[in-house]
C-alpha cells in the first residue's frame, strides 16, 4: 500500500489514493517545478562570489545548493526569483537577469 | 560548538523546494532553520497548524519536509504535538520503538494559529509541559485568507479588516505580546529572534529550544512580502530593521532569567521600519504625524520594560 | 471463565480499557462521561495500565491529541459527551478523513438549550456524518462487549475509520447491573496489538498525515472513505462472529425481537429498547403481533439489512431519541424510511420523537405507540407522520 508520490496524478482512479492521503516518503514537493512561477531571474557570477555562503539561508526554495561549504549554481527548477539572495549577498554577487530588468 | 554558518549550509536539507508558499515568503527561511536546529542525527516530527504554511508545504501527494508531518487543524497544533509527545514517551516505555532513534517534536503556526485561534491549545501543552518546541511563524496577520488583522498586528498597520480611510489610521489596538505571556507559564526557555545576518540567532535559540526538555516557544518574526506591501528582496533589510528600531527586541528568557540578545549600537527611530512597508503608508500622510509618535511611544515603553527585565 | 461483576455502564467501559491498556488516553470532564476517566486515572495510579493519561485542556484537544497519538503509532482513547462531543466536531471529521482508527466512549446527553444533563441522542446523531462509526449499547453488558470489539472494527486494514461506543448518558453510564466481565489475557488476546503499517514516529520511512487536497483529488478521497464505512459492515459482522465463538454472546447490526411475524413494530436504539421490549411482551400475551428492531449500529447504517426485517410488517413507528429540527423527523427516521424506499411492498411508517433531555419513556407510552400502529395495520388513517410524545401540551 506504500504507493509513491510520484505515481499519484489527478488521472488515477480513487482505488489507488493512498490511505487517508497519506505520504510515506520525505521531500516528494521537489516534484513541483516552481521555477515556472518566476518573473525575474537571479544569476550568479561566480567571479565576484567570495563563497561566503550568506546568500544561501535566505533561499526560502532551498534552492541554492551549498555543499562543501561551497554554493553552485542556483537550482531553476525551484528557484521562485524572489531575489532575497541579492540583497543579502556583500560582494554584488547575485544579480538580476539584465533582459529581465 | 561554536556557530558555522558553512557547517550549517553542508547539512542535508529538511524542508524541501517545491512548495507552494509565495516567492519570498519568510516562512520557507524559517522552516529550513527550524529543520537545521534538529542535529542531523535526530530525526523530528512536524505539527503544524492550518495556515499558508500548512497548504504550501504538504499539498498532496507533495510534502516539502524530509520528516514525518502532521496537519489536524488551524487550533490545535500544540494539541496534536501533545499526543505525539505522548505517543513517543509511551512506545519508548513499552519498547515498541527503537531507545536509539531521538525524535523532536516540534510544532509550528502563524500568529493566527498560534496568538489567537490556538492560544488555548498551546497555553495548555505548555502547562502540561509536554516535551516539545512550538514555533511561532509571525507575520503580523491571518496571511492565508488575504491579510486580516490579528492579535499580533501592530497598531496602525493596515489590514484588509483594518483598513486606513477617512475615518481610521489602520488598526486600533496595539499587539498582543505573546512571547511574554509564553514566560508567565514558566517554559524552560523562551526566545524571539528573526531572520538577519548568518542567521546565528535563529539558530542557537532554535537549537538550545530543541534541546531543552520541556515545552519551549521561539517567536520568529517572519515578514510577508504580500501582507506588508514591500518587494519580496527586501526581506533582510525589513527584519534588521525591527531589531535596530526595537520594534522586535531579541532576546531569550531561559528558566525566567531574561537576557537580551542583541543590542542595536544606536535605536533607530520606528519610521526606519514603518517607511519600508506599504501597510504603514498612511501613517506618513499629512496631518497622521501623531501615529508615529505614538507607535515610538509604545516601543519605547516596552523597550525599556524588557530592559528592566534583562538587567 | 467470565466474572460476574456489578458495574455501571462507564465503569464496565473503564474496566474495558483497562483490560485493553492503550497507549494514550487524553481526556476532558463532562457530564455524565466523567467517570470513565476517573475510573482509568485510578489504575494509572494504581500501576494497572501504563497508557500516557493526559489531562488536556478541552475535548477538541482531546481528540486532538489522540489523533496526534493514533498517527504516531499508538492506540489512542477518549470519552466525551453532549457539548464536548460537539466541540470535538471539527476534529471528529478529521479523525475520519485521516483514518485515524481512535475510539471515543460516548455517554450521550442532550445538547443545549436549555442546558441538561441527561440522556437523549442530540450529541451523537448531531455527529452521524463525521465519518466515524458508531455503535449503540442497550444495557452495560452490550456497551462492555461493544467497546471489547472496538479497536478491531476500527483498525480493521479495509475499515481504518475512527469509532464511537454510545452507552445513554446516566440510564446506561451510571446505573449499576451484574454484567460479566471477561479475563484480562482473553480480552488482550481477542483485542490484539495494534501493528499500523506506517506511523509518525517509524524510523525507516517519515509519514506525512493531513494535506491539502485540491479539487482534484478531494473527490476521490472522500469516496475511498465511504468505501471504507460500507467495508466497515462486513468486519463488523466478522468481529462479532469471533466475539461470539470467543466469549458466548451474540451480536448484529441489530437486534430483531419477535419479529418473525410481527405486523406492527418499532424500530428503537438504546436503553429505551428495553421498556418497549416489556410492551411487546404484554401486547404478545394479549395476541397481538409486535416486535421491535433495536438497532445496534448506526454507523455503517444497515439499511438493506434493516429493510428486510421490517419488509412484512404493516405498520412501523421509528421512535427518535433526539430532535432532528427537520419539520418532518429525527434522523433514525429518515435513514429507516430510505432503507424501505424501493421495497415493493413496504409498512406504513410514523416517526415519534420522545425522551428528550431525560424525559421518562414507560411501558405504558410503549404501549400507546403499539395501539396507533394497530390501528394504521388495520386500515386507518397514518395521521400524522412526524410527531412528538411524552411533553405536556394543551
Not at chain 1, 8 to 16: L, R, S, V, Y
Amino acid at each position: 500500500m506504500s504507493k509513491k508520490a510520484a505515481e499519484i496524478n489527478e488521472q488515477i482512479p480513487w482505488q489507488d489514493l493512498t490511505t487517508g492521503c497519506e505520504i510515506y516518503e520525505p521531500g516528494t514537493s521537489r516534484l513541483t517545478k516552481t521555477g515556472e512561477w518566476r518573473s525575474r531571474t537571479p544569476v550568479w557570477v561566480e567571479d565576484k562570489c567570495k563563497q561566503c555562503v550568506l546568500c544561501a539561508p535566505f533561499c526560502p526554495d532551498a534552492s541554492i545548493p551549498v555543499k562543501d561549504g561551497k554554493r553552485a549554481d542556483f537550482d531553476y527548477d525551484h528557484c521562485k526569483g524572489c531575489g532575497i539572495c541579492i540583497k543579502a549577498c556583500p560582494f554584488d554577487a547575485i544579480q538580476w537577469k539584465e533582459e529581465e530588468v | 560548538m561554536a556557530y558555522n554558518l558553512k557547517n550549517e549550509m553542508n547539512k542535508e536539507e529538511r524542508f524541501h523546494s517545491g512548495h507552494r508558499l509565495c516567492a519570498g515568503c519568510g516562512a520557507g527561511i524559517v522552516c529550513r532553520a527550524m529543520m537545521r536546529a534538529v542535529d542531523p542525527e535526530d530525526k523530528a516530527v512536524i505539527c503544524n497548524a492550518t495556515g499558508c504554511l500548512e497548504v504550501s508545504s504538504f499539498q498532496y501527494p507533495y510534502t516539502a519536509w524530509e520528516d514525518s508531518y502532521i496537519h489536524t487543524a488551524f487550533e490545535n497544533a500544540s494539541a496534536t504535538a501533545s499526543g505525539v509527545e505522548s505517543a513517543y514517551k509511551v512506545m519508548q516505555r513499552k519498547g515498541k520503538i527503537d531507545p536509539n532513534t531521538k525524535f523532536k517534536i516540534l510544532a509550528i503556526g502563524g500568529d493566527g494559529g498560534t496568538y489567537d485561534i490556538g492560544f488555548q491549545s498551546l497555553s495548555g501543552a505548555l502547562e502540561r509541559g509536554h516535551d516539545f518546541t512550538y514555533f511561532c511563524y509571525d507575520n503580523n496577520a491571518y496571511m492565508n485568507t488575504g491579510t486580516q488583522r490579528s492579535s499580533a498586528t501592530p497598531r496602525f498597520a493596515n489590514a484588509t479588516t483594518t483598513p486606513s480611510g477617512i475615518e481610521s489610521v489602520g488598526k486600533k489596538q496595539t499587539q498582543k505580546d505573546l512571547t511574554q505571556i509564553v514566560v508567565a507559564h514558566g517554559s524552560p526557555y523562551v526566545a524571539q529572534t528573526t531572520l538577519f545576518g548568518n542567521m546565528k540567532d535563529f539558530h542557537e535559540k532554535a537549537h538550545r529550544a530543541i534541546y531543552t526538555e520541556g515545552a519551549t516557544f521561539v517567536n520568529v518574526l517572519t515578514p510577508c512580502p504580500r501582507g506588508w506591501q514591500y518587494p519580496a528582496e527586501n526581506l533582510i533589510e525589513i527584519c534588521k530593521a525591527a531589531i535596530d528600531t526595537c520594534v522586535w527586541p531579541l532576546y531569550e528568557v531561559v528558566e525566567g532569567e531574561y537576557r537580551l540578545t542583541y543590542e542595536p549600537k544606536k535605536k533607530l527611530p520606528v519610521e526606519e521600519f514603518m517607511s519600508k512597508q506599504g501597510r504603514f503608508k498612511h501613517c506618513f500622510a499629512k496631518g497622521n504625524e501623531w501615529t508615529l509618535e505614538a507607535a515610538q511611544e509604545y516601543v519605547d515603553k516596552k523597550w525599556e520594560e524588557l530592559l528592566a527585565k534583562c538587567k | 471463565m467470565s466474572i460476574r461483576e456489578r458495574l455501571s455502564g462507564n465503569e464496565a467501559i473503564a474496566t474495558a480499557m483497562r483490560q485493553i491498556n492503550p497507549d494514550v488516553f487524553a481526556m476532558f470532564p463532562i457530564t455524565p462521561s466523567t467517570e470513565i476517566p476517573q475510573y482509568f486515572a485510578q489504575y494509572v495510579a494504581d500501576g494497572k495500565v501504563d497508557t500516557e493519561f493526559i489531562c488536556v485542556e478541552s475535548e477538541h484537544s482531546s481528540l486532538s491529541a489522540c489523533l496526534g497519538a493514533e498517527a504516531a503509532g499508538c492506540r489512542a482513547v477518549t470519552a466525551t459527551s453532549s457539548a464536548g462531543l460537539s466541540y470535538m466536531n471539527e476534529v471528529l471529521y478529521v479523525a475520519g478523513s485521516s483514518r485515524l482508527p481512535v475510539v471515543l466512549a460516548v455517554a450521550c446527553r442532550a445538547l443545549t438549550g436549555p442546558i441538561n444533563i441527561n440522556h437523549d441522542y442530540s450529541d451523537s446523531m448531531a455527529e452521524r456524518d463525521s465519518g466515524f462509526i458508531q455503535i449503540y449499547g442497550e444495557n452495560n453488558q452490550e456497551v462492555y462487549d461493544n467497546y471489547l470489539m472496538a479497536h478491531r472494527i476500527a483498525e480493521h486494514p479495509s475499515v481504518r475509520l475512527p469509532l464511537m461506543v454510545c452507552e445513554d448518558g446516566f440510564i446506561t453510564s451510571h446505573a449499576i447491573e451484574n454484567i460479566e466481565i471477561e479475563e484480562d489475557d482473553k480480552v488482550k488476546a481477542f483485542v490484539g496489538e495494534y501493528q499500523p503499517e506506517n506511523y509518525l514516529l517509524k524510523k525507516e520511512n517519515p509519514l506525512a498525515v493531513g494535506p491539502y487536497g485540491v479539487s482534484g483529488y478531494y473527490m476521490e478521497a472522500r469516496v475511498a472513505q465511504a468505501q471504507a464505512m460500507i467495508n466497515a459492515k462486513q468486519v463488523i459482522l466478522d468481529v462479532a462472529a469471533d466475539f461470539e465463538k470467543t466469549f458466548g454472546r451474540k451480536y448484529g447490526f441489530f437486534e430483531e425481537y419477535r419479529m418473525e411475524d410481527a405486523e406492527i413494530a418499532m424500530v428503537i436504539m438504546g436503553s429505551s429498547a428495553g421498556t418497549a421490549k416489556a410492551a411487546v411482551d404484554q401486547l404478545r400475551k394479549n395476541g397481538v403481533k409486535a416486535g421491535l428492531v433495536k438497532i445496534r449500529v448506526f454507523r455503517p447504517f444497515p439499511g438493506e439489512e434493516l429493510a428486510k426485517a421490517i419488509a412484512h410488517c404493516k405498520a412501523v413507528a421509528v421512535m427518535d431519541k433526539s430532535e432532528g429540527f427537520s419539520a418532518c423527523g429525527g434522523p433514525l427516521f429518515a435513514e429507516t424510511s430510505g432503507a424501505i424506499i424501493n421495497l415493493d411492498q413496504r409498512p406504513k411508517m410514523i416517526d415519534i420523537v420522545f425522551g428528550l433531555g431525560g424525559r421518562d419513556f414507560t411501558v405504558a407510552a410503549a404501549l400507546s405507540v403499539y395501539d396507533r400502529l394497530a390501528k394504521i395495520a388495520d386500515g386507518g388513517e397514518v395521521g400524522a407522520v412526524y410527531t412528538h410524545m411524552g411533553q405536556r401540551e394543551k
